[in-house]
């Protein structure tokens, strides 16, 4: 018998295929770019040095991520004063703009650093879509779904998000065994960025036709009933820095291990380990399906067990295993080590994605759980998921990097255990804003 106190209008697959859809359509115009660099870093920056060019590339990805917090102000903002239904529907918007962008930026020989402009310019745009995107995907779903399934709905965020980073690589796939890698490089790596911006408007039309949160209206009317005035938020996230904090920490390691394992591999695995492009493409492929999997059942495992003990397990089973994987590949030089190595540390990483909407919902209350969330979440993305693809390729040595990362993982775990258990809490109403 259900214990949910949160009546529903919306059915459950109209609120699912509406944050399931768009969140996959940001994520492919997000992640593709990781996943293409290697082909267009030449064709945007000066080709005369390539690994260069494949840097500079990388620092402008990290780019993108600087204007995640901002997306994540704007976008909060929006979400807790205006509604999460609207800040879902203009995140989709901006994300297909910066995708039309780069799909028809001119390259560097024909117009010099104009070219490099534009792609900033892109990835600026994207950045901002996508630092609003997730706190509202999240905050949105969290508010829709039942306490007691709250988890298992909450993966339904990164498995659509996996499956539009999965359209991506298997658009690169596709496009490598198609195409010569003359063409590839000239025209070929357009074709994804062109395919997301059209797709954006099927994403738009169904997010315009979603109904809006009822925790939130009913927020809206306890707020308009008592004649409260909204606080800034600001004020809200200052108020509140200690959850605020904690965001940051148990974020660090989850973030940075998630886009070296998961998004820009296709990209590192070539760089950094010497595969091929096919096998690189196939190996995160298999990779990510292994996670989807991973992180539907993580997300019924954490509605049983609590948040806590997966959280824990994701953070330190990937800690342990990061180190002896990463010489396992290196050592084998296979795309069966490869695949092993990939599956192995996102089946961990599951162990907090899978949850990871429900849990930073719970921690927030409804005036502030887009913006309170939103913000030192986009700005942990940017500091160290950002930077991850750059930092390693500038490392040039897997080991090293491994190292940084394992600290980092170690010190979100730390961080988790100072959590308390939100598992089946009630979203509607006022609880205590200390966490």
Not at 19 to 42: H, I, P
Not at 164 to 190: A, N
Not at 198 to 213: F, I, K, Q, Y
């Amino acid at each position: 018998m259900s214990t949910s106190t949160t009546p529903r209008r919306q059915s459950p697959l109209k609120t699912l295929a509406g944050t399931g859809v768009g969140n996959a359509l940001e994520w492919f115009d997000w992640n593709v770019y990781a996943t293409f660099a290697v082909y267009f870093s030449t064709q945007v920056f000066n080709n005369d040095d390539p690994t260069s060019a494949f840097l500079s590339t990388m620092a402008v990805f990290a780019v993108g991520f600087v204007a995640r917090p901002f997306g994540g102000f704007l976008f909060g903002w929006l979400a807790d004063r205006i509604g999460r239904k609207e800040s879902l529907a203009v995140a989709v918007m901006c994300a297909s703009l910066g995708s039309i962008l780069i799909a028809i930026t001119p390259t560097y020989e024909s117009v010099g650093w104009i070219a490099s402009a534009i792609l900033v310019i892109a990835r600026l745009i994207q950045g901002l879509a996508h630092g609003g995107e997730l706190p509202s995907a999240q905050t949105y779903l969290a508010e829709h779904a039942p306490r007691e399934h709250r988890g298992l709905w909450a993966s339904s965020i990164y498995v659509t998000g996996t499956l539009g980073i999965l359209v991506g690589m298997v658009f690169g796939l596709v496009l490598e065994v198609s195409l010569t890698e003359e063409q590839l490089l000239s025209w070929g790596w357009r074709i994804p960025f062109a395919a997301g911006a059209v797709l954006g408007l099927t994403a738009l039309w169904m997010r315009l036709h979603m109904d809006e949160s009822e925790v939130f209206e009913a927020e809206k009317e306890r707020t308009a009933s008592t004649e409260q005035k909204k606080t800034n938020i600001f004020v809200s996230v200052a108020k509140n820095w200690t959850t605020a904090l904690k965001v940051v920490g148990m974020t660090a390691g989850l973030t940075v291990g998630y886009y070296v394992w998961s998004v820009t591999m296709p990209a590192l695995a070539q760089k950094s380990f010497g595969f091929s492009a096919y096998d690189a493409f196939t190996g995160s492929i298999i990779g990510n399906v292994v996670f989807i999997i991973a992180l539907v059942f993580w997300g019924w495992v954490s509605d049983r067990w609590g948040r806590k003990p997966t959280m824990l397990i994701a953070m330190l089973g990937c800690a342990v295993l990061y180190l002896p994987l990463v010489h396992y590949v290196e050592a084998q030089q296979t795309m069966v080590a490869l695949i092993l190595a990939i599956s192995v540390q996102l089946f961990l990483l599951a162990g907090f994605l899978g949850h990871a909407p429900a849990t930073y919902a719970e921690m927030f209350t409804t005036d502030q759980r887009a913006s309170g969330f939103g913000i030192p979440y986009a700005l942990t993305i940017a500091i160290f998921g950002g930077t991850a693809g750059m930092i390693m390729t500038w490392m040039g040595n897997a080991t090293h990097f491994a190292i940084y990362s394992i600290i980092l993982l170690v010190i979100s775990a730390i961080t988790i255990l100072t959590l308390k258990e939100t598992k089946g809490m009630d979203l509607h109403g006022h609880y205590p804003e200390e966490y």
